[in-house]
T-cell receptor, first 116, second 111 residues
Framework: DAGVIQSPRHEVTEMGQEVTLRCKPI?????LFWYRQTMMRGLELLIY????????DSGMPEDRFSAKMPNASFSTLKIQPSEPRDSAVYFC??????????????FGPGTRLLVL | GQSLEQPSEVTAVEGAIVQINCTYQ??????LSWYQQHDGGAPTFLSY????GLEETGRFSSFLSRSDSYGYLLLQELQMKDSASYFC????????????FGQGTTLQVKP
């Protein structure tokens, strides 16, 4: 399996522009998580989906952020308009339920976003 | 509220043993996970404890004491490639898979 795939790997944009990050989870996984990582705030969960349905979006910073999962193999995280404080590494992770519950998350390589 | 505490940095020499501690305070606790992240890379899963005691996976072991709200990751026979950040993460529920991550411990292994 190719693992979790994220695109783009790097994004440089100007303040006010729309940014769309993409994620393809591992086939067969029914949980998908979006994280943001910065030096100041560490690794923060933004939102997660189960069977394509958003379950918990309490980590989404504000209305400028939105996420969708139109099908089991694709998700997007959109920032509109972007601001310099959104600069971070954004990770997508996927997981599946075992007899012990949902134990292991598999992370993608991340998208390094720089907003100027 | 919820919080996870782990040391920010640890230094050790090749071949040694190092222990990275994690204490947590959360409303609801189901299990404790550990993830490794190399510079510029993605977090990767190391271990998971739902019950008290020690779990061993090769050179790495993880321990949990639910009564003390405490766990640790033990790395033996340290190698240079073990230089990375190590995160503990709490699962608050068995149903959701949602993790709350600590701030991470940067381990530097010296020759």
């Amino acid at each position: 399996d190719a693992g979790v795939i994220q695109s783009p790997r790097h994004e440089v944009t100007e303040m006010g522009q729309e940014v769309t990050l993409r994620c393809k989870p591992i086939s067969g996984h029914d949980y998908l998580f979006w994280y943001r990582q910065t030096m100041m705030r560490g690794l923060e969960l933004l939102i997660y989906f189960n069977n394509n349905v958003p379950i918990d979006d309490s980590g989404m910073p504000e209305d400028r952020f939105s996420a969708k999962m139109p099908n089991a193999s694709f998700s997007t995280l959109k920032i509109q308009p972007s601001e310099p404080r959104d600069s971070a590494v954004y990770f997508c992770a996927s997981s599946y339920r075992t007899s012990g519950g949902v134990e292991t998350q598999y992370f993608g390589p991340g998208t390094r976003l720089l907003v100027l | 509220g919820q919080s996870l505490e782990q040391p920010s940095e640890v230094t050790a020499v090749e071949g040694a043993i190092v222990q990275i501690n994690c204490t947590y305070q959360t409303s609801g606790f189901y299990g404790l996970s550990w993830y490794q992240q190399h510079d510029g890379g993605a977090p990767t899963f190391l271990s998971y404890n739902a019950l008290d005691g020690l779990e061993e996976t090769g050179r790495f072991s993880s321990f949990l004491s639910r009564s003390d709200s405490y766990g640790y990751l033990l790395l033996q026979e340290l190698q240079m490639k073990d230089s990375a950040s190590y995160f503990c993460a709490v699962r608050r529920s068995g149903n959701t898979g949602k993790l709350i991550f600590g701030q991470g411990t940067t381990l530097q292994v010296k020759p």
